[in-house]
């Protein structure tokens, strides 16, 4: 419905009752809202709203003579997320926290290994312009708990090494609660890699996530683009998606930084759950093994993939 037509609907809803002592004041004030904005009245509550998850996956296995062949290991994962959002009048404030660890213990083996290791902040504020239209500023930090290390044992990660900060305003579009797309046409990364062991044996222009040799960060500036769909599929079951877009305009912008997730929770009682994660990405500047068509091995990027399934406690916060 367009404004004009929205205007003089409700010149048809105010003048009547102002002529009665007995309309009700709440009628008016809703009335006089839809003539200030053009729109009805915001139906989704003002004040926090508060969700949480926390996921404990265990697995052990014990072989005594077992001739299948085989070794006795313990594993487990333990990985939370929590929103927090808040709302009031035009004003709203989303943020969201991912924390994830696991790792697995094999018999013989010295050390473990470590299979997740995540943390990642988002936090938007935005003022509503129109309907479902907001201005908005959004922030992101992403790194992970402990060092990790490829198949010869080589360090090849670390606390803030990589870690990301992200700073962009834009539009955020939110139609409703459960889904939300925002896009900054100008937003600052920095990219920080704090651990001078993964440059060595590197030439001074080579680069590690991005960050050059000889440097502990770098400043990039670009387009980014963030959607998010969540839905309650089943009274036990939850589905959430988002995904993340990053063009580099200093530096190579063709290629784009993609990262994108999928987490399904199975409720099976108030304590027991199962999850399904799926972690997407692809970043250029992350070099990885790979093998040529002639078996030659060397690194470049390639696409990462991560799938965890698992079965244990669940406590909704």
Same mark, same amino acid.
């Given at each position: 419905?367009?404004?004009?037509?929205?205007?003089?609907?409700?010149?048809?809803?105010?003048?009547?009752?102002?002529?009665?002592?007995?309309?009700?004041?709440?009628?008016?004030?809703?009335?006089?809202?839809?003539?200030?904005?053009?729109?009805?009245?915001?139906?989704?509550?003002?004040?926090?709203?508060?969700? !949480?998850?926390?996921?404990?996956?265990?697995?052990?296995?014990?072989?005594?003579?077992?001739?299948? +062949?085989?070794?006795?290991?313990?594993?487990?994962?333990?990985?939370?997320?929590?929103?927090?959002?808040?709302?009031? &009048? =035009?004003?709203?404030? #989303?943020?969201?926290?991912?924390?994830?660890?696991? &790792?697995?213990?094999?018999?013989?083996?010295?050390?473990?290994?470590?299979?997740? #290791? =995540?943390? /990642?902040?988002?936090?938007?504020?935005?003022? %509503?312009?129109?309907?479902?239209?907001?201005?908005?500023?959004?922030?992101?930090?992403?790194?992970?708990?402990? /060092? +990790?290390?490829?198949?010869? &044992?080589?360090?090849?990660? @670390?606390?803030?090494?990589?870690?990301?900060?992200?700073? &962009?305003?834009?539009?955020?579009?939110?139609?409703?609660?459960?889904?939300?797309?925002?896009?900054?046409?100008?937003?600052? =990364?920095?990219?920080?890699? @704090?651990?001078?062991?993964?440059? /060595?044996?590197? +030439?001074?222009?080579?680069?590690?996530? +991005?960050?050059?040799? !000889?440097?502990?960060?770098?400043?990039?500036?670009?387009?980014?683009?963030?959607?998010?769909? *969540? *839905?309650?599929?089943?009274? @036990?079951?939850?589905?959430?998606?988002? !995904?993340?877009?990053?063009?580099?305009?200093?530096?190579?912008?063709?290629?784009?930084?993609?990262?994108? %997730?999928?987490?399904?929770?199975?409720?099976?009682? /108030?304590?027991?759950?199962?999850?399904?994660?799926?972690?997407?990405?692809?970043?250029?500047?992350?070099?990885?093994?790979?093998?040529?068509?002639?078996?030659?091995?060397?690194?470049?990027?390639?696409?990462?993939? *991560?799938?965890?399934?698992?079965?244990?406690?669940?406590?909704?916060?």
């Amino acid at each position: 419905m367009n404004r004009p037509l929205t205007l003089l609907l409700s010149l048809f809803v105010v003048l009547p009752t102002i002529a009665q002592n007995d309309v009700d004041k709440g009628a008016r004030d809703a009335a006089a809202a839809t003539m200030q904005t053009g729109v009805p009245p915001d139906t989704i509550p003002d004040g926090w709203k508060k969700s !949480g998850i926390i996921n404990i996956n265990m697995t052990q296995v014990n072989l005594t003579n077992w001739a299948a +062949g085989g070794f006795s290991s313990v594993s487990g994962i333990a990985m939370f997320n929590g929103t927090a959002n808040w709302k009031k &009048g =035009r004003k709203a404030w #989303d943020n969201s926290l991912i924390l994830a660890f696991g &790792g697995q213990h094999v018999h013989n083996n010295t050390e473990p290994q470590k299979t997740d #290791d =995540r943390i /990642e902040l988002n936090s938007k504020y935005g003022y %509503e312009l129109k309907k479902s239209l907001y201005l908005a500023g959004v922030f992101q930090f992403r790194t992970q708990f402990t /060092e +990790g290390f490829n198949a010869e &044992g080589n360090r090849i990660s @670390n606390f803030m090494a990589p870690g990301y900060a992200l700073l &962009g305003v834009g539009l955020d579009y939110r139609p409703s609660e459960n889904f939300t797309v925002f896009f900054s046409p100008a937003t600052a =990364r920095m990219v920080v890699v @704090n651990d001078d062991l993964l440059f /060595e044996g590197l +030439g001074p222009d080579d680069r590690v996530y +991005g960050v050059k040799n !000889g440097s502990t960060s770098e400043l990039e500036l670009g387009g980014y683009l963030r959607l998010q769909y *969540k *839905k309650d599929l089943a009274k @036990n079951i939850t589905f959430l998606t988002r !995904g993340d877009l990053f063009s580099n305009y200093l530096r190579n912008p063709q290629n784009i930084d993609v990262t994108w %997730e999928t987490l399904w929770t199975f409720k099976v009682n /108030e304590w027991f759950a199962a999850t399904l994660n799926t972690v997407l990405i692809y970043d250029h500047d992350t070099q990885l093994p790979r093998v040529d068509d002639a078996g030659l091995a060397y690194t470049g990027p390639a696409t990462q993939f *991560k799938q965890t399934l698992g079965i244990g406690l669940s406590f909704k916060l």
